[in-house]
């Protein structure tokens, strides 16, 4: 059984905007040179946010995506521990503290998830990814929401994206821990697509219709966050 570490990053005041991927690219280095992180991560991507949506080469509007935040990192492990950190020495801890103050707006802890996933389609990591972070209706329980996320909404959206266009995987994700005080989400869908086109053709047409309905069942539209990146770093680099 494999883990995922998914978290939704916020660059510090003293970052430019033009920065971020370049600062961002010098934590993961950075992080890199500690073994028990080498050592466990399988694979790796830091995806930054796509500030100028286009299609076709024509610029297109889709206020709906998050400027709050800026990019979504997304690594593999075959175990929590390989991921969570939990065999850093209080120094080595310390020393990624201050290296995540220089970079981020918050120590990582505060808005990192471990998550295990249900696979609605299998492949690649393509070359741009649509995130969307979903809180569960006021009154659901964090079970009943497991439950529909990762039964009857997977049925419905492997029917759905099965013959979507530009779709290179589709995954389901579930959070170990927790909801984050801060970031109270409970599942995190990930689509992987070739190119921006797909992803935005994907996200303003028809064909996802019915994943968003079913979606709207039993979600809070106003407490979800949606982010249209690209990878900036990857490990490994093929």
């Not at 494999?2 to 370049?22: C, G, M, N």
């Not at 500030?51 to 509007?61: R, W």
Request: proline content about 7%.
């Amino acid at each position: 059984m494999s883990y995922k570490l998914i978290y939704l990053a916020r660059r510090a005041k003293t970052v430019a905007r033009e920065d971020w991927p370049k600062t961002w690219r010098s934590h993961a280095i950075f992080a890199s040179k500690f073994p028990v992180l080498e050592a466990e991560i399988r694979w790796l991507r830091y995806c930054n946010r796509i500030d100028e949506p286009a299609l076709d080469g024509t610029p297109v509007d889709l206020p709906f995506l998050s400027t709050e935040h800026d990019g979504v990192a997304i690594a593999g492990s075959p175990t929590l521990e390989g991921i969570s950190g939990a065999g850093f020495t209080p120094e080595d801890r310390e020393l990624i503290d201050e290296d995540e103050r220089r970079v981020f707006d918050m120590l990582t802890p505060n808005f990192t998830f471990f998550t295990q996933e249900t696979v609605v389609k299998d492949g690649k990591l393509g070359e741009v990814a649509v995130f969307s972070f979903l809180a569960r209706k006021p009154g659901m329980s964090r079970e009943a929401f497991d439950e529909r996320y990762h039964g009857a909404h997977a049925g419905v959206a492997r029917n759905t994206v099965a013959s979507l266009a530009g779709l290179t995987r589709y995954a389901l994700n579930r959070p170990v821990q927790e909801p984050l005080p801060l970031f109270p989400f409970d599942g995190i869908t990930e689509g992987w697509y070739d190119t921006q086109d797909d992803a935005i053709r994907a996200l303003t047409g028809k064909e996802l219709e019915p994943v968003r309905e079913d979606l709207a069942e039993f979600c809070d539209p106003g407490a979800g966050v949606v982010m249209l990146t690209s990878p900036c770093h990857r490990w490994p680099k093929d």
